[in-house]
């Protein structure tokens, strides 16, 4: 299934970093501005399951990978009912999708749930940054104010102390159905009732 993009024009825009540096780019899906701490995250593979996954609540994620968006989106690969990263930084965005599963192309995806994306970066001088700095926050707008994108990026609140579980977390229990992955069928997700049958789980926290 082909699906192309060009219902969905890019736009000049800017990723700012707090420390100042500044990335030229063009966005798709929300114009922004979109804040919060930025990582990257070296999958070749998997970039929805990225998007929706919890751990990345409220950061701007880096993909590594140069080539992002030509397997489309579905409606079964999602981590959690919800996207949860703030935005999503990549080099370049493919203009069509072709995957016999794709349902959406990942523009139009980021668009039906207001989410921001800036393609046409340099995601290689970017990681190398946050190798050498470590995670930094930063503003991606459909700009070409520098100085407003950085005062943005600058006056993103830290990601330490923010209690990400009560936005991240879930409040019901689930079951996740594994079954034979079939070309009409997937995986099902059911919620868990059966108490006897609950799957025993440990969780190690340490504080400072």
Request: include cysteine.
């Amino acid at each position: 299934m082909a699906i192309k993009t060009d219902s969905n024009p890019l736009r000049s825009a800017l990723l700012a970093l707090a420390s100042g540096e500044v990335f030229a780019g063009k966005s798709f899906g929300h114009p922004g501005p979109a804040t919060g701490e930025i990582v990257f995250n070296t999958s070749l593979t998997g970039y929805q399951e990225i998007i929706s996954d919890p751990s990345y609540q409220g950061q701007l994620v880096c993909m590594t990978a140069p080539h992002i968006g030509v397997v489309g989106v579905n409606e079964y690969d999602n981590e959690s009912e919800q996207p949860k990263v703030a935005a999503l930084i990549i080099r370049d965005l493919s203009p069509t999708t072709s995957n016999w599963r794709a349902q959406k192309s990942l523009a139009e995806f980021f668009l039906e749930h207001s989410l921001t994306g800036i393609c046409e970066v340099d995601t290689r001088r970017l990681t190398c940054i946050l190798r050498d700095q470590g995670a930094v926050n930063g503003c991606i707008v459909a700009s070409e104010d520098h100085e407003q994108a950085i005062a943005l990026a600058r006056d993103c609140p830290a990601m330490a102390g923010n209690p990400l579980g009560k936005t991240a977390g879930r409040d019901r229990k689930y079951l996740r159905l594994e079954g034979i992955w079939q070309q009409i069928g997937v995986v099902g997700v059911n919620e868990y009732d059966n108490e006897s049958e609950q799957p025993k789980v440990a969780a190690l926290i340490i504080r400072d």
